[in-house]
């Protein structure tokens, strides 16, 4: 092996540089002796094997250590020498797959190929090295090997090593594994480097050479011969990259190539899924790269099912808890996505689109960017669109989210490009049972539709109405409603597309609906997670509607029409529903149409007798919007406000029986009667001359006075420590600002 390394390796470094200038002079002069042979001759071939044989060894003695740059200026007959080293090469190889089984064949030729053991030096081993090193030098050089056949003989090779024996025996290595290994670089590095030009690859055509490097990629293969199974991937696709000229888009088209390709991987028997994603990946590079020369390739895969057999495919992987097979299905989904962006025609935006001129007047359709980022193949994005709507896991559902929104990220125009796909309609009756992580990837495309394409996606808030409807899982109708919440806080205009698209109907409808369990969920001390989801989903629910209702009388129209039952009214006297409900009222009584509700909430103050809490709550509502609003104050004196305020003081009220109640409850109440009193009166002079000359200020003060019998509740005025005139100065005058 040693004497085999100088000779054939790295060249004689102690040799002078007279020594390798004679072994040049000699070398070029067996070139031409060889190229001199008569080739009518009988031993024409025995000739041409001996002198290649004698050529071999000095040639890596005097390039043992060069660069390709030195081996093409030291060495003009460099055509030459590849010329017959190649076609030695091709005839041995040839000879041994003559009249052989597949199996003996490919046995026979990685023998003459591989790296001999011990001193022996075998003239195969050293033909390949020398087509190695001379593969990297010129064009002209690949031309000639290229034009001796050399490409399709190795891609013969390649298919015939599908059927070489196992170098393990019992799970044990033995010594020509990495042998056979380093033949696998070299073959690889040779039959790529040839690939890169066009002539390669047509030399594969006139004997179906090219098919069979197909029939190689979707074979199936042992588990140790995987590795030529993966050159073949790269054949393909180094064809696909450099050389993919018009003659050979129509051999694949013609020899129906992806449709036999396709075939193959549905009936490949005992192959791993990562296997099938592999010979995916390379048909995905043939398909994606063959647009440049002709869609024909592209519109073959679509004819043959291959899309069909994508969907299927991934649905298959779906559920698995092997990594690699989790990572193959991850890869496939992102190679399919890619593939969206191919094809030979520019799509336009589809007419279908709705322009929401009544909520945006502005708006106009963007134009694609044509830059490669433009949906381009309807048929690929079909493919994670089936794939979304069939799809289980956690993983599978997220990866195709993920890819959905990309696409719909690399061009403002590609969401209305698939408009008529109604991809997120399809797939939103879905999301009550999926993951919240999923579900979140969801409702963030909803997002990306109205924060960054500003339009207003009407059909999408309709699927997501008929969820609202029907579904059950409240944390999914919480998050549904809490995206609605910040689209009506980014613009008001949603407001009325609820309402038109009728999720507003929906929204009230399930408030009312929801009133059945308000009672058992108020007395509830300790509410399960169950429980404790209800509720988070009803006061959201509750937002959501007092959002709606600020600044849009329509909406509370609506709202009016439907609550038939007056559903507010029986929230109030619920502790766990009242500030839900007063949030609602507030937003009510700010818009015209509140006056009936003020009624009601005057009539619940008077008649709450024993609910103090309630009663404060809804007066300190009563002062903000009093006080805030000068229609509320007209209202308030046309239902005879002051007389119904007023009245609470008297001793004839219900006050006198609740002294059980706390003493702070009790002034708290007190002060905000009067404070309800003076917001009816601040900057409304009528309601101020009313109050002073219709109900007399002394009359208020005497039923102040009656309201707390001091000679018998001593405790109130050790409270405050002042005496009874003190208190109704500290208390009544500090909050009516008279002097």
């Known amino acids: 092996m040693n004497t085999f390394r100088k000779l054939v390796g790295r060249g004689d470094k102690d040799n002078s540089s007279h020594d390798l200038n004679l072994s040049l002079s000699l070398l ?45 200026e030291k060495l003009p007959e460099l055509v030459v020498l590849a010329g017959f080293v190649t076609r030695y090469l091709v005839y041995e190889i040839r000879r041994r797959a003559t009249s052989h089984s597949t199996s003996d064949a490919s046995s026979l030729i990685v023998d003459f190929l591989m790296v001999p053991s011990g001193e022996e030096v075998l003239p195969g081993y050293m033909t390949l090295r020398c087509i190695h090193a001379l593969s990297a030098t010129t064009r002209e050089v690949i031309d000639e090997m290229t034009a001796i056949s050399l490409p399709s003989t190795l891609i013969k090779c390649i298919y015939l090593f599908f ?21 696998l670089k070299m073959i690889s590095t040779i039959i790529l480097r040839l690939l890169k030009f066009p002539k390669a690859s047509e030399e594969l055509l006139p004997d179906e050479d090219l098919g069979l490097l197909f029939v190689a990629v979707t074979s199936w293969c042992p588990n140790h011969n995987v590795i030529w199974r993966k050159l073949a991937c790269e054949c393909l696709t180094k064809i696909a990259k450099n050389s993919l ?18 075939h193959a991987m549905r009936k490949l028997p005992e192959v791993s899924a990562v296997e099938i994603v592999e010979m995916l990946v390379t048909i995905f590079c043939l398909l994606k790269d063959s ?15 291959g899309y069909l057999f994508l969907v299927e495919f991934l649905i298959s992987l779906d559920g698995s808890s092997d990594t690699q097979t989790l990572d193959g299905m991850r890869a496939l989904v992102m190679l399919t996505s890619s593939l969206v962006y191919c094809g030979t025609d520019d799509l336009r935006v589809s007419d279908d689109v709705v322009i929401p001129i009544q909520y945006i007047p502005d708006f106009t359709l963007p134009n694609p960017s044509g830059r490669g980022n433009t949906v381009r193949n309807i048929a690929a994005f079909e493919v994670l669109q089936s794939a979304l709507v069939r799809a289980q896991s956690t993983i599978l559902l997220s990866s ?15 969401y209305f490009i698939l408009y008529n796909q109604k991809t997120l309609c399809q797939f939103s009756c879905r999301i009550p ?58 613009d008001s205009v949603y407001k009325d597309v609820l309402r038109n698209v009728g999720l507003l109907n929906v929204l009230i409808e399930n408030l009312i609906a929801f009133n059945a369990k308000l009672a058992h969920l108020n007395s509830v001390v300790k509410p399960t997670n169950e429980e404790a989801g209800e509720l988070q989903y009803f006061y959201i629910l509750c937002q959501t509607i007092s959002m709606s209702f600020a600044n849009n009388d329509d909406n509370i129209s609506i709202f009016k029409s439907l609550d038939k039952e007056s559903i507010l ?25 509140g006056e009936e509700d003020l009624f009601d909430l005057l009539q619940l103050i008077v008649k709450s007798h024993e609910n103090f809490e309630l009663r404060i709550e809804v007066l300190s509502l009563l002062e903000e919007s ?104 500290f208390k009544f005058r500090n909050v009516f600002k008279v002097k």
């Not at 059927?163 to 033949?183: A, E, P, Q």
């Not at 969801?442 to 699927?463: A, G, K």
Request: charged letters at 20%; hydrophobic letters at 45%; glycine letters at 2%.
């Open 569 to 593: 009214f029986h929230m109030m006297p619920l502790s766990r529903s009242r500030s839900s409900a007063l949030s609602i009222y507030q937003s009510i009584l700010s818009s015209s149409l």
């Open 433 to 490: 049972s999926m993951p919240a992580s999923v579900r979140m990837l969801y409702l963030d495309q909803i997002e990306f539709i109205v924060f960054t394409l500003n339009y207003v996606p009407c059909d999408e808030f309709m699927s997501l109405s008929s969820v609202l409807k029907t579904s059950q899982n409240y944390e999914c109708s919480t998050d549904i409603l809490q995206l609605f919440q910040k689209f009506m806080a980014f």
């Open 400 to 414: 195709l989210l993920d890819s959905i929104t990309a696409v719909y990220n690399a061009d403002i125009a590609n």
């Open 245 to 262: 000229t018009p003659a050979v888009v129509n051999y694949v088209h013609k020899n129906q190539c992806i449709a036999k390709a396709i």
């Open 28 to 72: 070029r002069a067996l070139l031409v002796d060889l190229n001199n042979l008569q080739r009518s001759s009988s031993n024409y071939l025995e000739l041409r094997k001996q002198k290649v044989i004698e050529i071999l060894p000095l040639f890596f003695k005097v390039f043992g250590d060069s660069t390709s740059q030195d081996i093409v």
């Open 291 to 305: 647009v440049s020369v002709s869609g024909v390739l592209l519109e073959d895969f679509k004819v043959n099912n």
């Open 626 to 729: 009093l006080s805030a609003n000068a229609k509320v104050r007209k209202w308030f004196a046309s239902y005879q406000g002051f007389v119904q305020i007023t009245s609470l003081l008297a001793v004839e009220g219900a006050f006198l029986d609740n002294f059980h109640v706390e003493n702070e409850t009790v002034f708290t109440f007190i002060e905000l009667l009067l404070k309800v009193i003076t917001a009816a009166m601040r900057n409304d002079p009528i309601n101020r001359r009313y109050f002073f000359n219709e109900l007399k200020m002394e009359s208020i003060v005497n039923s102040f006075l009656l309201l707390v019998p001091f000679n018998r509740q001593k405790s109130l005025i050790n409270y405050h420590h002042i005496d009874s005139t003190d208190f109704f100065n």
């Open 163 to 183: 059927d070489l024996h196992s170098t393990s025996n019992d799970g044990v290595i033995d010594s020509s594994h990495d042998k056979r290994n380093h033949l």
